[in-house]
Nanobody, 124 residues
């Protein structure tokens, strides 16, 4: 299995940027496709972005397309989420997740491993 630990969350103002990081344990990081999800109070957890094993293929939720960028550095066993032009509606707990079922997927139940989450709060 793989263990995931998110970091980089915090309190920012609308229009600011944040970069979230998710560090993974193990030597088989490159065998996992990854995703970022978020969950706001009272809402279901939703996909934010997904990335394939090698990082060539990416998918984004419409709500973040053009503002967020997912990337990975397999040499560092880390996946990132660069968040620009943040809006109050982006406020949520952000989770990284890993799966080895598909080359890339936005289907939440397919993700087998999850981090603990990091809080992102965007004030207006």
């Amino acid at each position: 299995q793989v263990q995931l630990v998110e970091s980089g969350g915090g309190l920012v103002q609308a229009g600011d940027s944040l970069r979230l990081s998710c560090a993974a344990s193990g030597r088989t990081f490159s065998t996992y496709a990854l995703g970022w999800f978020r969950q706001a109070p009272g809402k279901e957890r939703e996909i934010v972005a997904a990335i394939s094993r090698g990082g060539s293929n990416k998918r984004y939720a419409d709500s973040v397309k053009g503002r967020f960028t997912i990337s990975r550095d397999n040499a560092k066993n880390t996946v990132y989420l660069q968040m620009n032009s943040l809006k109050p509606e982006d406020s949520a707990v952000y989770y990284c997740a890993a799966q080895a079922t598909a080359a890339i997927t936005i289907v939440l139940p397919w993700y087998d491993y999850w981090g603990q989450g990091t809080q992102v709060t965007v004030s207006s």
